[in-house]
């Protein structure tokens, strides 16, 4: 696509961290400001009330998986891994699916 040298790539990445830092010292001056928090809030449940419905196809899309890892954690806490695999075989394949063990 674009070839760059190495000069203008650390540039570019110099820019990038300065104009982080900018972003991260003006809010850290407004965060605390009423008028701020008013329209903060605002904006978030503005986004929450145009994207509550995909939210909901996706964790209906995921209810499987969130099912099975919930189990996991359980058994996880209570050190019965080998409960887990015995007693539930297709979900522990379903998380293996999904990469969630190294093993």
Do not use: C, S
Not at 62 to 86: C, E, P, V
């Amino acid at each position: 696509m674009f070839d760059l040298t190495e000069t203008e790539i650390e540039n570019i990445l110099k820019q990038y961290k300065e104009r982080k830092e900018r972003d991260k010292v003006k809010y850290e001056k407004i965060k605390d400001d009423e008028d701020f928090k008013i329209k903060n809030r605002e904006k978030a449940k503005m986004w929450y009330e145009k994207n509550k419905d995909k939210r909901k196809e996706k964790y209906l899309n995921n209810k499987d998986f969130l099912n099975a890892r919930n189990h996991y954690y359980y058994y996880k806490k209570t050190d019965n891994m080998d409960k887990f695999k015995q007693k539930y075989p297709e979900k522990y394949d379903i998380l293996n699916m999904y990469g969630y063990f190294n093993e």
